[in-house]
């Protein structure tokens, strides 16, 4: 058995008519797993998001991106949020949601289920985000991001991604194979015979390994390596994100907190870390939303 390791490889194909994006995400998957305690249906899913998201935020020179799924599934909302320095982190409504299997695999699609949307923010700091929104396809995160790069993005995608878990994970990775503008007619239709390989990605990469899962799914389009990277959750949460937060709240919101005994705890919904605000704290940001009232109105100047 091969021990993963987590890599992000991008792929020149076919001398340059495509490209490809291939990751391990072992290690990250794991971790959200291990941070929000997740079932084994809702590790595949969370890290099925995780690992597409992260993938798609790479490509990006700046900003952050925010993926949402939001399905008619007893998971609930998914929330993954990706940058291109290679961090991501994320949640879900329900991380103790199980199913029973479906035809042998964990059932993601029936978690998340079939009604819903999936949303794109990209926030690349400008004044307005790019917005990008799809209807789901089956809720098995794969198909819903294929979907979203041919409708949104004008991008026909080949999208593999999985996440096998038993008590941990033991494999997680994804694959997306896109043409390229000019790409031939004859390099199209080796893309697509790439498909049917692909259906089994965490047990191929379980026993391989990443860097030989890419020559034994794409040695005959010619693969080269451009260049590599990683995926890791983290979390960039911090108490000065919170006070800012609780500003935005307003005076109201911060006049009712201040009444309560010993102030407040607040918790990051990705890591679960927890900051305790006194009512010192909390008077010292109602003075600051006050002033920043006053700003905004213009009373201030």
Same mark, same amino acid.
């Given at each position: 058995m091969i021990t993963n390791l987590?890599?992000?490889?991008?792929?020149? $194909?076919?001398?340059?008519?495509?490209?490809?994006?291939?990751?391990?995400?072992?290690?990250?998957c794991e971790k959200a797993r291990k941070t929000h305690d997740l079932s084994k249906t809702a590790t595949a899913a969370l890290g099925r998001l995780l690992t597409l998201s992260g993938m798609t935020a790479s490509r990006m020179k700046e900003g952050s991106m925010t993926v949402t799924v939001q399905g008619d599934g007893p998971i609930g909302r998914m929330i993954a949020v990706a940058k291109p320095d290679g961090t991501v982190k994320g949640c879900v409504d329900d991380p103790q949601v199980e199913l029973p299997r479906k035809n042998g695999k964990l059932d993601v699609g029936g978690a998340v289920?079939?009604?819903g949307r999936l949303t794109v923010v990209r926030d690349?700091? $400008?004044?307005e985000p790019y917005v990008g929104q799809v209807k789901l396809q089956s809720g098995e995160i794969g198909e819903d991001m294929a979907y979203y790069y041919t409708v949104s993005e004008q991008t026909p995608s080949l999208v593999s991604v999985g996440v096998l878990v038993k008590d941990t994970v033991l494999s997680a990775g994804g694959l997306v194979i896109q043409p390229l503008p000019g790409c031939s007619e004859a390099a199209l239709q080796s893309l697509e015979m790439t498909a049917?390989?692909?259906?089994?990605l965490s047990d191929t990469l379980l026993r391989l390994g990443a860097e030989e899962t890419l020559y034994d799914l794409m040695?005959?389009?010619?693969p080269v390596i451009l260049e590599t990277g990683k995926l890791t959750y983290q979390c960039d949460c911090s108490r000065e994100r919170m006070e800012r937060a609780l500003i935005s709240l307003g005076e109201k919101e911060l006049t009712s907190m201040i009444g309560e005994q010993d102030g407040i705890e607040m918790g990051c919904q990705f890591c679960g870390e927890k900051r305790h605000f006194s009512t010192a704290d909390l008077r010292a940001l109602l003075e600051a939303a006050r002033s920043r009232g006053q700003q905004d109105d213009g009373s201030g100047e």
């Open positions: 987590d890599i992000l490889y991008r792929v020149s $194909l076919l001398e340059g008519q495509a490209m490809a994006m291939l990751a391990s995400t072992t290690q990250m289920g079939h009604e690349m700091g $400008l004044k049917p390989l692909c259906t089994n040695g005959h389009l010619q």
